[in-house]
């Protein structure tokens, strides 16, 4: 019903940037009004994948992981079904595989980190930071 495809991965030396862009396709006949949240997650190796960064779409208010609030800004283009993570001052705990994920509930800052609100994920992109 929805595919998630990321782009924009890649490896960078610390202090670099990377903007990751999520491209969204529906079904014939989905309604993409159901699609209330979408968020960027991340998972490092031996690590739980972990919130970075959410938007809702009744809310609109971003969210951010503390560990990246002032560096990453998400962002949404909902006329190209298009959402992107710009990502600056990349350090070497930012590497790790970014997932764009969204699903039908709205968020709010105290529900936005729960990962089972994202009902349809990307194949997810790498992103290396060197030090």
């Known amino acids: 019903q929805v595919q998630l495809m990321e782009s924009g991965g890649g490896s960078v030396q610390a202090g670099g940037s990377l903007r990751l862009s999520c491209a969204t396709s529906f079904s014939n006949g989905f309604n993409v009004d159901l699609i209330q949240c979408a968020a960027w997650v991340r998972q490092a190796p031996g690590k739980e994948r972990e919130g970075v960064a959410a938007?809702?779409?009744?809310?609109?208010?971003?969210y951010y992981a503390d560990s990246v609030k002032g560096r990453f800004t998400i962002s949404r283009d909902n006329a190209k079904s298009a959402l992107y993570l710009q990502m600056n001052s990349l350090q070497p705990d930012d590497s790790a595989i970014y997932y764009c994920?969204?699903?039908?509930?709205?968020?709010?800052?105290?529900?936005?980190?729960?990962?089972?609100?994202?009902?349809?994920w990307g194949q997810g992109t790498q992103v290396t930071v060197a030090s």
């Open positions: 938007i809702g779409r009744l809310s609109g208010a971003p």
């Open positions: 994920a969204a699903g039908f509930p709205d968020i709010s800052p105290g529900t936005w980190r729960a990962l089972g609100k994202y009902g349809y």
